[in-house]
């Protein structure tokens, strides 16, 4: 288990190499992000930005979403994965905020679980990113670094995420998510982790031959 005094030297390098990190999926306010966080469930960010370049083009906002249907919706985003499913929720997400919300983003964690295609992982990101609050949301890449480095073991991605609220100082939370996100993404990669560039080996139990891999 990593020290505390490691974990916040970890972190001070991760915000120094990022200092203003957020995410990387193209929004434009609380709705179209909380659209395009459904709409990245095992697809990328890339390809999550193409398909709502249209789709966000046509339907921006919770009405505009209902009235284009999910057929239509469907057509905007069939490049990714799960899409008729996928469209069918936004539809019904957007349908449900008019309902229930006045249209707008609830920032209530029930209320935004309680969202057709809204689990814990989308609502921490939304949380997160749109109401500043310090939640982590453990995705693959999350959930490879933090048992790589040692950082936060845990078998599954809940278990990571309660160890992670448990370790990662107060000051660091806010940020936390999109860290280890990048991190993941870019440098602690599933195959081959670019480990000579890594800005946290020095902490690392994986780099140190001290943890087994994930991924």
């Not at 019904?92 to 814990?120: F, K, Y």
């Not at 870019?186 to 800005?199: F, N, S």
């Amino acid at each position: 288990m990593m020290a505390p005094e490691a974990i916040d030297a970890l972190f001070e390098a991760l915000a120094a190499e990022r200092p203003n990190p957020r995410t990387e999926l193209a929004y434009a306010d609380p709705f179209t992000l909380l659209v395009a966080v459904v709409l990245s469930a095992q697809a990328t960010d890339v390809g999550v930005n193409k398909a709502t370049a249209t789709l966000f083009a046509e339907a921006a906002t919770p009405e505009a979403m209902v009235a284009l249907g999910v057929e239509g919706v469907e057509g905007h985003i069939r490049s990714l994965g799960l899409f008729r499913n996928k469209a069918r929720n936004v539809v019904a997400l957007a349908q449900q905020l008019i309902d229930l919300h006045g249209g707008a983003v609830p920032s209530d964690r029930g209320a935004l679980e309680a969202l057709p295609g809204v689990g814990r992982k989308t609502a921490n990101v939304v949380l997160n990113e749109i109401f500043g609050e310090p939640t982590i949301a453990v995705d693959t890449h999350i959930f490879r670094v933090a048992n790589r480095t040692g950082l936060a073991s845990g078998k599954t991605p809940a278990a990571v995420e309660d160890r992670l609220l448990e370790v990662v100082p107060q000051r660091f939370r806010r940020g936390a998510h999109h860290w280890l996100i990048l991190h993941g993404r870019y440098t602690c990669i599933a195959r081959r982790p670019r480990c000579t560039d890594c800005v946290i080996r020095r902490w690392c139990a994986y780099a140190a031959g001290q943890a087994l891999d994930p991924a």
